[in-house]
């Protein structure tokens, strides 16, 4: 089987730019400030598949319709907001300051869906809004210090969802720790370290990442075993992994079983198959012979030092 370096040098060779900096980034470790992955940066937000993203992008910061940030699924402003943030766009790129403004305030304004004062609200949602607000650099905007807060009585208490037979839903709760992770470890309250922990036990002491045994109501969904890129408010191992690197929790003997499980799907070539279920209904997100095989590559090797 091919080396980890061999199967680096074929990412770092691949046609995506964004595929070409995540790798930069978070298999070789280059510094943000490298001249290569300043170079990376300044390309996939020139070339597809960013451009073709940002050209449909509307003056006003939103994509598809004013009205609604979350239809279609998944190329209204919510979730290309996600994508491009996924992509490795920079949060300071106006289209994405645009994108975030305009979030925030329809964020605010509704729907009743979305909002819910007296019970459990959708916090795969808040917790997605959270992750790429952040990456914006709105950590100290009064709105977003109240969607920390929001999450953190979410993942404390199991993020219970009316949508997952109003059981604890790990997706949510996986989502949650996914906004919550983006907060720098020494601007993280006592609150959010006890819910990140609280968290953590969730998914690693009282469940197991390799048997999909949270609490759910009918059957254990297909994705959680596939390698899916992009993966919009559900969440599936790789995921998983890949939000339990950035808490540190990867020692824990419930990630490595998991990270195991994940070796067992390598191949012969030293790559890894790669699934994208919403692929029909989102923007493209390769460019050239790059298929979800190069992304779900990516961010497996990324998990293994």
């Not at 402003?77 to 403004?101: C, F, R």
Request: glycine share 6%; charged share 20%; hydrophobic share 40%.
């Amino acid at each position: 089987m091919p080396s980890r370096e061999e199967i680096m040098n074929r990412l770092l060779q691949a046609d995506t730019p964004s595929i070409r900096l995540l790798t930069m980034l978070n298999c070789c470790g280059l510094p943000i400030e490298h001249e290569n992955v300043q170079l990376e940066q300044h390309l996939l937000a020139t070339s597809e598949p960013v451009l073709i993203i940002l050209k449909e992008q509307h003056p006003n910061g939103y994509w598809m319709s004013e009205r609604s940030f979350y239809s279609p699924k998944y190329r209204a402003t919510h979730w290309s907001m996600q994508l491009l943030m996924e992509l490795g766009l920079k949060g300071d790129h106006p289209a994405m300051q645009a994108g975030a403004l305009f979030m925030r305030t329809a964020a605010q304004q509704g729907p009743a869906w979305l909002i819910n004062n007296d019970g459990p609200g959708l916090s795969c949602f808040w917790g997605n809004y959270l992750r790429y607000q952040l990456h914006c650099g709105q950590f100290e905007e009064p709105a977003i210090q109240q969607v920390i807060a929001f999450l953190v009585n979410e993942v404390e208490h199991d993020a219970f969802c009316p949508h997952n037979y109003d059981l604890p839903c790990a997706w949510g709760l996986i989502r949650s720790l996914w906004g919550l992770a983006a907060i720098p470890s020494d601007q993280r309250s006592a609150e959010v370290e006890h819910a990140i922990q609280h968290g953590l036990e969730f998914v690693l002491d009282r469940f197991s990442l390799t048997e999909a045994d949270y609490p759910y109501g009918q059957k254990i969904h297909s994705t959680w075993f596939s390698l899916n890129f992009p993966i919009f408010y559900n969440t599936d191992i790789l995921f998983t992994l890949r939000v339990l690197k950035e808490l540190d929790a990867l020692s824990h003997p419930s990630a490595q079983a998991a990270l195991a499980w994940l070796e067992s799907k390598r191949r012969k070539d030293g790559t890894w198959r790669g699934a994208s279920p919403a692929h029909q209904r989102t923007w493209a997100f390769t460019s050239g012979q790059d298929t979800v095989d190069t992304w779900a590559t990516l961010h497996a090797l990324s998990l293994f030092s």
